[in-house]
């Protein structure tokens, strides 16, 4: 935009800003020459960055009111899809908020790549956001020099060839580029450009292959076209290997893979899972596995390339090996025999023809050759099978169990809890349960019996330290107050004994405490409300609160005259009871509505009924205090002073009304300012005058404005005007809620 053109918009947006007093307008960014000395004269489509060029500039205008002294104005980017979810944050200047045309200077963020990225402004005061610019590509190109491509498994792109057999398939894919995975490509066939974006592209046909960066329309400023990979199809012989006499070996055994094309020149790599365990090698058409090697078991492949043939791999072989097996433990770490009583240990194994020796701290147990030993708590010690297979080449193979310690307990030890939520006051009953059983050694390990032992224990609970007659399971149920205390319990089996932690009850009365109200208004001190309750409060300690607070009056009613949230509290045996609460309010008196208000102005000889709502009755009276209705309307006839009393609950809202004749004379066009009291002032009818929504406005035969006033007092001109003329005129208007109810002039004679 020229720079004329836009100083004469922003001038005109100023004055538009005057007449309309609209807020600010923020536009969208745009696309400018660079500012950079010397500056450009072509707008940027396309931001192409890169380590060696990174400037950027975009025009904004904004349009007045004025922002505050204190905004900034801040320069956003959307991400590559247009979306201002996350915006980033590319440049802001507080020092701009005078100037409604300006520059914004950027640079692109390192990982900027798309086509579809937008910028907006945002003022921070007041705040305020411009909308969205057009979308433009942008791409930092951190790389900008040429990748290099190469056949899958090859150690670099070799002599530039690579061969695919028929039917099959190689991969060709980009290497030696950090974070490769982090762009998209562009991949050509003999100049055709394909669809497969990712870094590596899977080849059937044959063709010169290269591949570049896809930086969109910054690809060509990328320079970063591959090397080519010239492609030839080649007739697959049918590479494989040889069934063996056995897939499964035994430890020492070997066995040899052979090809099934041998003695034709061609050089051969063998494979283990995948892996090369052999470099290539002519004529090297077999392979023996060592099962004396750790880790021989596994899949096996082979490898041919040569003359007349293309780079083929044959299918998988897998070797096994026949001396593998698992033998699982199938107790715990630790087992806790008690004394007098037993414990199985027991092992297993999916292997078949296996033999079995138990093992007590190294030394084997005479006559344990099954798969499961019985202990009794004498036989305490680390024990372990060891499983070995009896039958075939791999008859001496065996492996040994995870270990087993066995252990007796020096002590036991035992918990409680409550069953479900428990707080002290609160519940009406609670079940006390025991939780856990723990056996404890000689060094103070501890292991979990609970499930071993709770059936076949001894329980006697105890109240404040005494039997509680018949509770003798491993829990107890408690509902009544008289049984608040505290709790343990006492557990007994074979020579041990266990006494648990120790748990307080402290139940409440399942009792309802309410209380009630004379009213739930509050008018004041002279008519209080009384509050009580029903339940026979003799005896007891109990305290009144209001809003929380004790009120600290032990009466069983209260007069209260401040509104809040009233509640009584008793103690029952060391608990409280809460009643439930009364809400009382204070009177609103603008429940009580007039809809003729309090000053009523009528034509002499007519009438204007009022009618009052919000209240239960209705009072009206005169000036003599004469009751002239209860109804909730009243016609009024003359003028004069009147009072409604109406009543809301217990409470009475009192509403004084003035009735007056409306005025007959007109608003006077002359007025004579001579000090002789004697029409010195301009007086208007009432009808106008003493009006909160009545405005007068007073002008000089200039136009100017010398007086504007909302309920006008009968009060213009005042006493120390002055009027350097005879005969001056002014003009006036008279409105209500933007209309012009009267309008004229006024002739001032001194």
Known sequence: MDQKLRLATALLCGLLWIHSGSAQVLNAPEAAPNQTPPAGSTPWSAACASGSFNDYWVNFTWS??????????????????????????????????????FYFQFTLPSNTRGEGYRLRVRSTSPAQTSPASAAYPMYYLDVNSGITIRPQGQADFGDGTAEVCDGNSITLEVYNLPNANTYQYNWYRSGTLLADKGPSISVTQGGMYNAEIDYGACSGSGNTLSNLIDVTTGVSLGIAINPPAKTALCAGETLVLEANISGQGLTYTWFKDGSPVTTPTVDDSDFVVDASTAGFEGDYQVEIFGPGACVEQSAPVAITNAGNFTVNRDNPASVVVLPGRTAVLSVSTAASGVTYQWFR???????????????????TG?????????????ASTSVDSEPVSVVAPASLE????????????????VVLEVTGIRAIDGTGNATDVTSDLMAGMSFQWFLDGNPVGGATASSISLADIAENGDYHVEASISTYNANSNTLGVRLRVDETLAINSTDTTVCGPA?????????????????WYRDGVNLNRATASIDVSTPGVYQLVIQRNGCPVPSNEVTLSSLDEDLITLDQGNDIRIPEGTSRTVNASGGETYRWYDSNNTQLSTASSFSF??????????TIGGCEVARAITVSYLDTFRVPNVISVNGDGINDQWIIPNTYSGKADVLVTIYNDKGEEVFNEANYQNNWPASASSFPAQNMVFYYKIRSGGKVLKQGTITVIR
């Open 382 to 394: 680390t024990y372990f099978a060891r499983v070995s297979l009896t039958g075939g080449a791999c």
């Open 414 to 429: 035992m918990d409680i809890a409550y069953n479900g939520s428990y707080s002290d006051c609160s519940n009406t009953s």
């Open 361 to 379: 701290n190294g030394t084997p147990v005479s006559g344990a050759t099954n798969s499961t030993l019985t202990v009794s708590d004498s036989e």
């Open 527 to 543: 008519e209080p409300v009384t509050l009580s309750t029903g339940t026979d409060l003799s005896g007891l300690t109990y305290d």
């Open 64 to 101: 007045p009111p004025l922002v505050n002294a204190d905004n900034e104005f801040i320069l956003e980017l959307s991400d590559a899809s247009g979306n201002f979810g996350s915006p980033v944050e590319l440049a802001r200047d507080g020092s701009k908020n005078t100037n409604f045309d």
């Open 637 to 646: 006839t003359e003028e004069g002073q009147y009072l409604l009393i109406a």
